[in-house]
């Protein structure tokens, strides 16, 4: 690995080791509010923001920053408008503010740097479980990165299972209505989009769904699942890429994610059905 892509993947690792160590401090210990979309956010959250987006102004000059606490305040190309820049660091403070409150211990700190608006590189950190994903994926960029995806520096790949009810599907809250008769897996709730997808990615799921992600809940892991050999559908328009200009504070991507391409036809019913 060049010294570009290791000083991509030693700042993600430094970063979110440090966020994590106070979010940690934190957790379970604050209250939230509730934002006009009706997710919520506490003061952890907001800090966790600043202090990736400090870091990656001190260290990446000239990079986009997009990020879903962010409405610029003054930082350079930083908010939740895509700038027109070649590079972009794609950030999700706190993702799974709800468990994160409750003491519930699936939450994380999510990272994509994008290329021309596509996520080449993912990095997602789960402080309570002591896990860190991270991922490359090259696509169709034209540059060369390394390959793989990993959990915690150890190689992930999906499962090439058939389904059956001893097998995993991932749901979020809105959208148990594909939950219909015959269903053929045993379904989880975890709470958190980037946690709901990476554990496709590690092959304990089969799948999941993500009814109303935003584009900082799935850019690190847009990378680190297809690079662990999942199958990405988008269920309304593409994920990728993202547009100049364009203000993604209220945009929603959802979301498929299948650990194979032969569930495609499976579940793809289940989600007409459900009216999804």
């Known amino acids: 690995m060049n010294d570009f892509w ?31 979309d009706g997710s919520l956010v506490t003061k952890s959250d907001k800090w966790a ?18 990020s879903e606490e962010s409405d610029s305040d003054g930082l350079l190309q930083s908010g939740q408008t895509f700038p027109n820049t070649e590079w972009c660091w794609v950030i999700d403070p706190l993702d799974g503010t709800t468990n994160f409150t409750r003491g519930i211990p699936i ?26 994903f991270h991922g490359f994926w090259a696509g169709s960029s034209g540059l060369t990165t390394p390959t793989g995806a990993f959990l915690n520096n150890h190689p992930i790949h999906t499962s090439k299972d058939a389904p059956s009810k001893n097998h995993l599907f991932n749901l979020c809250s809105r959208s148990t209505n594909i939950i219909q008769p015959g269903f053929p897996c045993k379904i989880r709730m975890l709470g958190v989009a980037s946690y709901n997808f990476l554990s496709v990615a590690t092959g ?53 994610v299948l650990s194979n391409s032969s569930l495609v036809p499976i579940f793809t019913p289940f989600l007409e059905s459900g009216k999804f």
């Open 6 to 36: 290791n000083t991509i993947l030693d700042f993600a690792e430094t970063t979110t080791k440090k966020v994590g160590k106070q979010l940690m401090q934190d957790f379970g210990q604050v209250q939230a509010s509730q934002k006009a």
């Open 204 to 256: 304990a799921a089969l799948g999941g769904v993500e009814a109303t992600p935003k584009v900082w809940d799935i850019a690190g892991a847009w990378v680190i699942v297809q690079a662990a050999g999942s199958i990405w559908v988008s269920l309304n328009s593409e994920s990728f890429p993202l547009s100049p200009g364009m203000d993604y504070s209220d945009r929603s991507f959802p979301t498929m």
């Open 49 to 66: 923001d600043r202090e990736i987006r400090d870091a990656i102004v001190s260290t990446f000059s000239g990079y986009g920053i997009l």
């Open 107 to 132: 939450w994380s700190i999510s990272l994509g740097l994008l290329y021309q608006g596509t996520p080449i590189f993912g990095y997602v950190y789960v402080p309570p479980l002591n896990q860190t």
